[in-house]
């Protein structure tokens, strides 16, 4: 038997669900605005990053490839997810306070 959630903490869930859509999505558009300045000034910044680093063109393009996929894959784990679990969990919640 599940315990009944009052209105306020359910708007609570409800607001942290918010919250963690909103960085998804502020993420993803992060994510998409540097694989833009990469696809269309990729060039620039490789060549600002040679004067720091000795790197190779290929070793710059994989290091920029690990990143990004390992900030995709940080969003869907800490924002994607949990809000998911969240609204699962409201939505159980909601189904069985209705029976």
């Known amino acids: 038997m599940s315990q009944q959630l009052s209105k306020e903490v359910v ?11 909103r960085c998804f999505i502020i993420t993803v ?3 998409l605005f540097v694989w833009l300045l990469v696809f269309f000034a990729g060039d620039f910044f490789y060549q600002i990053q040679t004067i ?5 063109r290929r070793e710059f393009n994989l290091f920029l490839l690990y990143s990004l996929t390992f900030m995709k894959v940080l ?11 969240i609204k699962l969990f409201l939505r159980d919640h909601n189904s069985s306070f209705k029976n």
Do not use: Q, Y
């Open 52 to 56: 720091f680093v000795d790197i190779s």
């Open 29 to 31: 558009l992060a994510l």
């Open 11 to 21: 708007k609570i869930f409800n607001a942290i669900a918010e919250i963690l859509l």
């Open 75 to 85: 969003n869907v784990v800490f924002f994607l997810f949990p809000f998911v679990a």
